[in-house]
């Protein structure tokens, strides 16, 4: 019997939600065969199989939140990609498996515990809001018991152990963390599961005992001073959940261990409110740090920033009727990463380009195009010269990698163009822009953007950009701040152009100019080097001769 899980689908993503399910129980299936489909929150993807086999087991549905490693299909003669449970020391020894007699494998004569098990990247825990099971239930190995709403979906988890149930030790509404005691059973024999990894005692901080088991308040103390401990240097905590400290300007080494033995985000909240209500206070940062070594080096940046205050929203049906909406997935996908890409200082600077010469060229050479299904738009002329300005102005292509005081010059040129879709904003990236004309350019664009709003774009087509337009000259208004897209530095903003009067020394003359507005990462690039950028694409409107005197 082989198990296929669900794969690594990408960067950063976690799971995805069942749109279709392509295979059922019964169906012979061949290695690298499509049995789902799947939506992430970048894009919708067909998963292929690893092995072939007799589909004997399907279990998921559509409709379905999976999450990267959960449980898909079982099947004859295939090959697992990847074992049904986290370490060898939870799993049932086989009857005909001699057991060694200097390592024994303990049995369960005392009651198998089942404890939250791993979700998924950066997930550490999650609300329980339903109970599936009862005290005096037999539960199965793989049977759902409770469902769990998490940071980033609501997922039904399933049992490891088997037997009679005894003990359920959470209710409806419990927060829980990963490795907390959900239920114990009895009436079957099992080896012992493995208790979830803790904090060995060299690295607990000496000020925080977590004696406590209830999830809902990770700060049970109310210590009134928190001095940084020396012996917190290697926190443990999620790279998700540095980040976030650093947003908030918190020393996470002061941040109090929560019972899962990892700091989380609820952990890192939790603590933001007490220090903000002036329930806790800090030590003083030039304080000494007892220590036989020299002197420690000076706080980080971060450290010295304020924290953020959390508010809770007031109750607005008291004021009239509302309607709640659920985020969708790639709503909340853009929502973490423009709050990712705001934390960075930005700039935004406005010019103007007279293109009536541009527009008289792209009217007369756009019939062209549109036997192609296409048309030879702004845009796909943007991205011509963004490329060559990029060129000129490498900073603009680059990446500012902060943990090692580095700047990452790119010598590609891959551009994002923003496209407005039913679900929210998609950025597919156009891959080498310099080395295609416009004409190519053009039908690229049109091919990415019906992809983007028929659903069909793959995560490669989102990936991988070091620029980005965002033109809303098809819809309106006359400027705007876009935000950069971090990691990127730099982001073009065009809005509608108009007639204008223009003085031409004598008189005044009807000229068509277009706004521009270009924001860019202040780290990295000074004012007189985004006026120059911006000044050149200007320049390039306004001569269109210059793409092809220059072989752009």
């Known amino acids: 019997m082989a198990e296929f899980k669900l794969p690594e689908l990408g960067e950063n993503i976690t799971g995805g939600d069942v749109v279709g399910v392509l295979v059922a129980v019964g169906d012979i299936i061949n290695a690298d065969q499509d049995i789902l489909e799947l939506e992430t929150d970048k894009a919708t993807v067909t998963v292929p199989v690893n092995s072939g086999g007799t589909i004997t087991a399907i279990h998921i549905q559509e409709g379905d939140r999976v999450e990267v490693g959960q449980l898909v299909l079982t099947m004859d003669g295939g090959a ?90 959470i209710q409806e509404g419990d927060r829980v963390e990963i490795g907390q005691l959900i239920l114990t059973v009895a009436g079957t024999t099992v080896s012992i599961s ?26 049970s103390h109310s210590t009134t001073t928190i001095a940084t401990d020396p012996i917190r240097s290697a926190v443990p905590a999620a790279p998700n959940v540095r980040r976030l400290a650093r947003e908030l300007g918190l020393d996470i080494t002061q941040v109090p ?99 009536g010469e541009l527009e008289a060229l792209r009217q007369k050479f756009g019939k062209r195009l549109e036997k192609s299904g296409a048309k030879l738009t702004i845009t796909a002329i943007l991205l011509k010269i963004a490329a060559a300005a990029l060129k000129e102005f490498p900073k603009f292509n680059a990446s500012i990698d902060v943990a090692n005081d580095s700047v990452i010059m790119k010598k590609y040129y891959h551009i994002g163009v923003a496209v407005d879709t039913e679900r929210g904003l998609i950025v597919p990236v156009i891959r080498d822009v310099d080395r295609k004309n416009i004409f190519e350019l053009a039908i690229e664009l049109a091919e990415l953007a019906k992809k983007a709003r028929d659903r069909k774009l793959g995560l490669e087509d989102m990936q991988g950009g070091t620029f980005t337009i965002s033109n809303l000259g098809g819809i309106g208004g006359t400027n705007f701040t876009p935000i950069v897209n971090a990691p990127e530095v730099a982001i073009l903003g065009v809005a509608r152009g108009s007639k204008e009067p223009v003085y031409n020394g004598e008189t005044f003359e009807p000229h068509l100019m277009m706004p521009l507005a270009l924001s860019y990462d202040h780290r990295l690039i000074d004012g007189a080097e985004g006026a120059h950028f911006l000044r050149w694409i200007s320049k390039a409107l306004e001569n269109p001769l210059m793409m092809s005197l220059q072989s752009w």
Do not use: C, H
């Open 194 to 219: 493995a208790p979830a990894p803790m904090l060995t005692p060299a690295v607990l901080p000496v000020a925080v005992t977590p004696t406590t088991t209830q999830p809902a308040t990770p700060l």
């Open 257 to 355: 261990v929560g019972p899962s033995g990892r700091i989380n985000i609820y952990d890192l909240k939790a603590y933001s409110r007490q220090l903000n209500s002036g329930a806790i206070k800090l030590a003083p940062i030039s304080t000494p740090v007892p220590s036989t070594s020299s002197t420690p080096p000076p706080p980080s940046p971060q450290a010295t920033r304020p924290a953020a205050v959390s508010k809770s929203l007031p109750d607005f049906s008291k004021w009239g009727e509302i309607e709640v909406e659920k985020m969708s997935g790639i709503r909340r996908a853009t929502s973490n990463q423009m709050a990712y890409s705001w934390s960075a200082p930005r700039v935004t600077q406005f010019d103007k380009a007279d293109i």
């Open 80 to 169: 697992s990609n990847g074992s049904a449970a986290p370490t060898s020391e939870s799993a049932t020894p086989s009857p005909s498996a001699p057991v060694s007699p200097t390592t024994p494998a303990p049995q369960a004569t005392v009651p198998a515990t089942f404890n939250l098990p791993e979700l998924g990247e950066n997930i550490t825990g999650g609300d329980v809001v339903g109970v599936l099971v009862s005290v005096g239930d037999t539960v199965t190995v793989d049977q759902d018991v409770i469902e769990l709403e998490t940071d980033k979906a609501t997922v039904t988890v399933p049992s490891s152990v088997a037997g009679t149930i005894t003990a359920i030790n």
